[in-house]
């Protein structure tokens, strides 16, 4: 599945750019997402939560970092199963920092490509999924904005004008499990119920025979 999404930011492409360096902030950006390993050569071990209703999932595996800084363009490639399920999940994102709408302002675009297969894969219906990309990316969006605030207030940097103010803090402890909400969640629930249906069926079934 192909996914597109873009969003702007109050910055400059240039600080934009060079924020997105750190592999480390934009994790602690991004929601449910942490690094936990350094493979080196730009490689690392990351982790990615996600919980939708009473299921949840959190993925453990390699991440890529590619950049481009001709292009201010890079790749973001990685892998993970969760170990509680066996599912695998897997995906390249593509991101390009172009100059925003309006003067000081940089517009991220972003093409990301997902796969999921094991016992989860049953339940990654595209609206669900791309439900959940919205919300990551305004999450997302939202949490860098404040992020390059804090970095740039002792250096004198304002944000370009029309930037509201943001109170969301970005804090130091484990990251909890994106929660992806009630809709994703009443989305699924119908796949959810077929399958313990067909599950509890297939039980019912094999224990007739044996009897």
């Not at 994102?93 to 894969?121: M, S, T, W």
């Not at 439900?131 to 992020?147: G, K, M, P, Q, Y």
């Not at 970005?170 to 499990?177: D, L, N």
Request: glycine share 10%.
């Amino acid at each position: 599945m192909e996914i597109e999404k873009s969003f702007e930011l109050t910055y400059a492409p240039e600080l934009v750019w060079d924020a997105l360096a750190d592999v480390h902030l934009v994790a602690e950006c991004l929601p449910g997402a942490s690094i936990i390993g350094d493979l080196g050569q730009d490689r690392y071990k990351g982790r990615f939560a996600v919980k939708l209703g009473p299921l949840a999932a959190a993925f453990e595996g390699e991440v890529a970092v590619e950049r481009h800084p001709d292009e201010r363009a890079g790749t973001v490639s990685g892998k993970g199963i969760d170990k509680g399920s066996s599912s695998r999940a897997s995906g390249t994102l593509r991101y390009r920092i172009v100059p925003g709408d309006l003067p000081g302002r940089a517009r991220v675009k972003v093409v990301c490509e997902l796969a999921l297969a094991g016992a989860l894969a049953q339940f990654g219906k595209a609206a669900v999924i791309r439900e959940i990309a919205n919300r990551i990316t305004t999450d997302f969006a939202r949490n860098l904005e404040t992020r390059l605030a804090a970095a740039t207030t002792s250096t004198g940097i304002a944000p370009s004008a029309g930037a509201a103010p943001n109170s969301n803090a970005i804090g130091t402890a484990a990251p909890a499990p994106f929660d992806a909400g009630r809709f994703a969640w009443s989305m699924l629930k119908s796949r959810v119920l077929a399958f313990l249906r067909a599950l509890f069926g297939r039980s019912g079934g094999q224990k007739s025979k044996g009897a």
